[in-house]
Each structure stands twice: as C-alpha cells, then as structure tokens.
C-alpha cells in the first residue's frame, strides 16, 4: 500500500489554517498516522487512527478522513507549527509506508 | 518518562557490517512492539523493521529483506538491528521507536537516531 502526500510544500501566514492531504493506494480504514518533523530533530506523533490526537498535542491540530483520502488541518498557525509532516498508513500488517511529506512554510 | 537512546552508527564500507542498539526506558519493554525507520539525508522517512510485542515476529521492507536482522533482549531492554552487506542506499539516520500497540503500528516515542554512512 504506498501513501502520497499533498502538496509537497504549502506556504500559509501564521495564524491561518493550513490543510494538508494524504492518499492511500488502498482502502485502510482509519490506520493512519500523522508526525511531525522539525530541522534537526526526530519526528513527533500528532494523530493515530486518522483522528485522534496523541498526548499533549494541542487542539489546533485534527485529523480527518477513512478510506483512501486523509486530512490533517492546523488552525490557527503558530510559529512552531512551521515543519515537515508526515503521513503513515499501519493498516492490517507490514510493510508499512510513510508519504513523501509536506513542508510547511511560513507565506 | 520513555526514553530511546541509539548506538552503533558509523561510517562503514560496502559490503560491511554493523550492529544498531537501542536502550529502552521508562515503559514495559515487552508489551509493546519496537520498530526502526530510517531517513536518508534530505529525504522522508522509510520504514524498515518491526518486533512484534506479543509473538516475537518480525517484518522488513523489501529494501532490507535478507539482509537486516532486528532482535530484542528483553532482560536489558535493548533492541537490535543487524546491518549487512550494507549498500551506499542504506546511508541514513536510523531512528529506534516505540510502537504505540502490541502489534507493529504507530510509532508514539522515537529516540534521536544514530547516523550509517556506507562509503568507500
């Protein structure tokens, strides 16, 4: 199952919403894993099973979508938001697979 | 406080070997799975092995299938990736993460990599 992730590069104002996608080749219901990723550093889990924030996450960040279609949003941009996300499917079994990412920037 | 410490990465030749490590603390090293994901340099994320918690079974992409061994010592905590006939493709940072189930998932810790550079 691959995962494609759009855009590659978004570029939104600090305090806007940002909306990023997340494409799975086949259906895999809601195992799906979002992270976060900043210069220098290991990623962070944000939301596993497509909507369910992980511990100390803040509320600005959600997740949405079943199936094949995947969304996470971030309302409210603050300046440490602005890093490269990462989608991952986990459905039934490995292999599993990451997107390729999308870099957020500030506009 | 979960914490993953990594070890073992070098600069190694084609061809070679390397063992990584991952010291594990903070939760109950058995009853979650354990996996490695790697990052090669400017690129995302790729995901290489799992340990399951439960069953003791293990899964590698097809990139490192024949290749790459992982394993886990349960009485020190440690998880384990046998690298070889390493290739110039498996340079890369080599993240160890906690998996947030039993079974082979999500990943919610992750330590802070240990970089393997395969060059001549």
């Known amino acids: 199952i691959g995962v494609t992730q759009s855009p590659v590069t978004l570029s939104v104002s600090p305090g806007e919403t940002a909306t990023l996608s997340c494409r799975a080749s086949?259906?895999?219901?809601?195992?799906i894993a979002w992270y976060q990723q900043k210069p220098g550093q290991a990623p962070s889990l944000l939301i596993f099973?497509?909507?369910d924030r992980a511990t100390g996450v803040p509320a600005r960040f959600s997740g949405s979508g079943y199936g094949t279609e995947f969304t996470l949003t971030i309302s409210s941009l603050q300046s440490e938001d602005f890093a490269v996300y990462y989608c991952?499917?986990?459905?039934?079994?490995?292999?599993?697979?990451f997107g390729q990412g999308t870099k957020l920037e500030v506009k | 406080e979960v914490q993953l410490v990594e070890s073992g990465g070098d600069l190694i030749q084609p061809g070679g070997s390397l063992r990584l490590s991952c010291a594990a603390s903070?939760?109950?090293?058995?009853?979650?799975?354990m996996s490695w994901v790697r990052q090669a340099p400017g690129k995302g994320l790729e995901w290489v092995s799992s340990?399951?918690?439960?069953?003791?079974?293990?899964y590698y992409s097809d990139s490192v299938k024949g290749r790459f061994i992982i394993s886990r010592d349960s009485s020190k905590n440690t998880l384990f990736l046998q690298m070889n006939s390493l290739r110039a493709e498996d340079t890369a940072i080599y993240y160890c993460?906690?998996?947030?189930?039993?079974?082979?998932?999500?990943?919610?810790?992750w330590g802070r990599g240990t970089l393997v550079i395969v060059s001549s």
């Open positions: 993460a906690k998996d947030q189930f039993l079974f082979p998932a999500n990943f919610d810790f």
């Open positions: 903070g939760f109950t090293f058995t009853d979650y799975a």
């Open positions: 340990f399951s918690g439960s069953s003791d079974t293990t």
């Open positions: 086949q259906g895999v219901a809601s195992n």
């Open positions: 099973g497509a909507s």
């Open positions: 991952q499917h986990y459905h039934y079994r490995p292999p599993y697979s």
